[in-house]
C-alpha cells in the first residue's frame, strides 16, 4: 500500500447530481497537493470526503496504506483549516491555538513546548494574549494555521484559507505555508480556484471540472503540456489563446489541420513584419514592465505579450510570428490535446 492519500474510484452524489465522480488519485507522502478548479468543480467536496466530512456514495478512501473512508473525522489523524478563521472571540490566541490539545488533555508541559515552536514559526510571540478581534485578517489566518499545526498530526487539509485577505496579504501567507509545510514535511491538500496560489506552491495540481480530474501534474508540466483545452484555458495569467484553425488559416500563411483548435501563449507570440498572421490591434494595456496588445485575427482575438518599451505599427495592422514548437493543438470537438 502507497503512503499518504490515496483514492480510488471514488464518487460523491448529492441526490441525482454527481458532485465529484470516479476520482482515482495519489497525494504522496510530503507533498502538497492543491486541488484547483472553478466554482462548483468538486474540489471541496473532494476535500471533505477526505477529511471524513463527507462520506462516499462508491469508492474507497486509504490514508497511509489505512482504509478510513467509512471512519469518522477523530480517526483521519489529520487537521484542518477552513475558509473562515473559525476562532473563539472570548479565547486569546494561546488558547485558541492550544484549543484541541486542552480537549485532548495533553499534558501542560507539552502544551507550552509546542506552543512556543508553533508560535515562533508563524510569528505569533508577541499576540499570544491578544483576542481574535485584536488581529488582522492575516494575523488571525496565523492563529488557525498554527492550531491545525500545533496537533501534529502529519496530513493538514486547507479549504481556501487565504480567500478572505488582500492580494499583498495572500502572497505573503503562500510563501509562509508553503515554508511551513517543507520545514515539517506535512502531507497537505490545499483548496482554491486560484490559479496564481496553486502554481506557486503545489508539488502536484489536480485540475477539476464538473466534478472530474481534468490533468493531474506539477505545474510547470500542466503549463507547458496542457493536456485539454479546459487545462490550457485555467492555468495562465493572461490564459493561452485559443484560436480555430480555420480562422488562423484564412488570416495568414498557415496550415493548421481542420478541426483543430490552436493554443499559442501571449508569451510566445511576437510582432514581427514578416510574421505568417495578419490582425488588427483592438486594445493594449499597461502593465509597467510590459503590455498586453489584444489583436482581432477575423472574429477571433489573440493577446500578446510585449515589452512596453516595444513600438506598435502606428495604423493597427500588425502581423505577428511565434515559435513552431510554442504552437499546442487540441480537437475542437473533444478537448483533448492532440499528440504533438
Known sequence: MMDGVVLQSTSKMFGSTWAVHDISLHIPDGSLTVL?????????????????????????ISINGR????????????????????????????????FGLQVRKVAK??????????????????LLERKPSQLSGGQQQRVAVARAVISQRRICLMDEPLSNLDAKLRAEMRQDIRNLQQTLGLTMVYVTHDQIEAVTMADQIVLLNEGRIDQIGAPDAIYSRPATIFAAKFIGTPPMNLVTSATLNAHGETNFPEGSVVGIRPED???????????????????????LVTCKIGVESLIVRTPARSDLPDEGRIRLAYLPDSVHLFDAKSGQRLTQ
Open 109 to 126: 508541559a507539552e502544551q507550552a513546548l509546542r506552543l512556543s515552536r508553533v508560535a515562533s514559526m508563524m510569528g505569533l510571540e508577541n
Open 36 to 60: 484547483l478548479g472553478p466554482s462548483g468543480c468538486g474540489k471541496s467536496t473532494l476535500l471533505r470526503l477526505i477529511a471524513g466530512l463527507e462520506t462516499p456514495t462508491a469508492g474507497t
Open 67 to 98: 482504509r478510513v473512508d467509512q471512519q469518522p473525522v477523530g480517526k483521519r489523524d489529520l487537521s484542518m483549516v477552513f475558509q473562515s478563521y473559525a476562532l473563539f472571540p472570548h479565547l486569546s490566541v494561546a488558547d485558541n491555538i492550544l
Open 269 to 291: 507570440l511576437v510582432l514581427d513584419a514578416d510574421g505568417p498572421i495578419t490582425g488588427h490591434v483592438v486594445m493594449v494595456e499597461y502593465l509597467g514592465a510590459d503590455r
